[in-house]
DNA sequence: TTGCATGTTCCGGA
DNA sequence: GTCCGGAACATGCA
């Protein structure tokens, strides 16, 4: 599921349990640990307290009075939290406890995970391969973006590097907002084109963001693009669909003619 | 059994 | 250097 606003709820959960001591850290599945192992974490956390959470993109930092946890949740990571009889999850591989309740790192996939940076310096370093994040990318950033890439719009949206916290689905959602074909080389898109996109970018974020996912609407391309029969939620037109790298795209083929 | 899934990385080739 | 596709990672579901 995570991509930006998934992650900002997983920040806002966070942030409800700043302030406490921490516990202990239960691994239950070591496969989401990067870098580090359970003994060490636990060690790195227990008795530290949580500050502000922040996030960028896709990923969730959670600073420890020095350590710093960095959370990146794949396709299938989330975090939630708990009362410590509640039954655990069969994909809960990580739980924090803290004193009125836990944490709970679940990944089915298990595809990234959980690592431990040693200080602010280092948390910040892991972030120097990451574009800038979707909602703070000034218009004129993102214009140049567009223009020097001779590539599909829709494969510039999702390069983490360019631009941090679009995936599959908001990508898809913003150029349907905007009716731009996705498969267009992006530094052929004009001025109000480029325009469309931006505007669309900033109401489809603000709008999931406040929703902590991005909202399967009918009215949106999100709440019919995995229907067999799905249509155009603007025209009685069938949706189009193409596998890019392993990534279904899909568009109205009406409102974004290639 | 096969194909697909909202992420990312690595590799080869154009 | 840029761009693309494919395979891989690990797991479940239709």
Redesign the pocket.
């Known amino acids: ?3 930006l606003p ?1 992650v900002e709820a997983f920040r806002r959960v966070l942030a409800e349990h700043t302030g406490d001591p921490i516990t202990g850290v239960r691994v239950r ?1 070591p ?1 989401v640990l990067r870098d580090v192992g359970p003994r060490r974490l636990d060690r790195a956390l227990r008795g530290h307290r949580f500050g502000t959470p922040r996030r960028h ?3 969730l930092l959670a600073p420890a009075e020095g350590p710093v946890l960095t959370f ?5 990571g989330s975090l939630s939290w708990h009362s410590h009889d509640d039954e655990p999850h ?2 809960d591989r990580v739980v924090l406890s803290l004193e009125d309740g836990e944490l709970r790192y679940r990944d ?5 995970g959980i690592r431990l940076m040693e200080n602010e310096a280092e948390a910040e370093e892991s972030l120097s ?1 990451l574009g800038p994040d979707a909602t703070e990318i000034p218009r004129g950033d993102f214009d140049a973006l567009l223009a ?5 719009l829709k ?2 949206l ?1 390069d ?2 360019a631009l ?1 916290g ?5 990508a898809d959602e913003i150029c349907w907002h905007a009716r731009v074909n996705p498969l267009r ?3 052929d898109l004009d001025d109000d084109e480029r325009a469309a996109l931006y505007r669309a970018m900033r109401r489809v974020l603000r709008e999931s963001v406040k929703a902590g ?2 909202p ?1 609407r009918r009215s949106w391309l999100t709440g019919v ?2 229907r067999p029969d799905g249509t155009c939620p603007r025209h009685d037109v069938p949706l189009s ?1 193409e ?6 795209t899909v568009w109205c083929p009406r409102c974004q003619p290639r």
């Open positions: 599921m995570p991509e998934d599945d496969g993109g896709k990923r990146h949740f794949g396709m299938t069969p994909h089915m996939r298990k595809l990234q391969d020097r890439r001779r590539g599909r494969t510039v999702t983490q590097s941090a679009l995936g599959n689905l908001l080389p992006a530094r996912r991005v399967p693009r995995d669909r596998r890019m790298s392993g990534r279904t």
